[in-house]
Nanobody, 124 residues
């Protein structure tokens, strides 16, 4: 059974870069047809899809975040990483990584396999 675990700093200063890593076990990030997503949930708000990296390494981002977002991977470590530049307090959220079958902009926690999430606060 695949498991995903988010890691990274819980506090980031405004204007800096938020960098999170998702470590995957029980399955390879190069397995055909799977897409590896980042999703977030600001306090008191709904889930927001950020973007994904495919089993082939191609990426696709939420247009509203595209200019500040980069998702990459390290196949040797079976990890994928989110970088969000120029953060503001509005980027404060619980951040999740998830494996989903197919290229969908999912915010449905019933779909796929999700990590437990990591709280990131943007504050000086």
């Amino acid at each position: 059974q695949v498991q995903l675990q988010e890691s990274g700093p819980g506090l980031v200063k405004p204007s800096q870069t938020l960098s999170l890593t998702c470590t995957v076990s029980g399955g390879s990030i190069t397995t055909n047809l799977y897409y590896w997503n980042w999703i977030r949930q600001p306090p008191g708000k709904g889930l927001e899809w950020i973007g994904y990296i495919s089993h082939r390494g191609s990426t696709y981002y939420n247009p509203s975040l595209k200019s500040r977002t980069s998702i990459s991977r390290d196949t040797s470590k079976n990890q994928f990483t989110l970088q969000l530049n120029s953060v503001t307090p509005e980027d404060t959220a619980m951040y999740y990584c998830a494996r989903v079958l197919g290229p969908t902009e999912t915010t449905d926690r019933r779909r796929g396999s999700w990590g437990q999430g990591i709280q990131v606060t943007v504050s000086s």
